[in-house]
């Protein structure tokens, strides 16, 4: 069996792709399609007006969310009203998560 790769293993790859980690399995991420980034505009534009005068943050993607050192995900649109917001990455799920079906 494989061993699964972790946080840090990925911060060490030396390419451009975006990954998310599921139970230490890497996943390539594609690139979205217009329609994709045109609601993705839409909605963080309406919710940053919603949050601007309080502590909460939007966050597109890419920004990663490591909810384990084997478990991390790079959803659409974050919401963090708390201290968990990193530089790098979300620790711990997010107050609110925003996934864009296409």
Known sequence: MESRVSYDDLQARNDDTRWELIDGVAYAMSSPALRHQTIL???????????????????PAPFDVKLSNHDVVQPDLIVSCGDRLGEAFHDGPPDLVIEILS
């Open 41 to 59: 505009r839409e909605l963080m534009i309406a919710l940053q007006a919603h949050f601007r005068k309080g502590p909460c943050k939007v966050v």
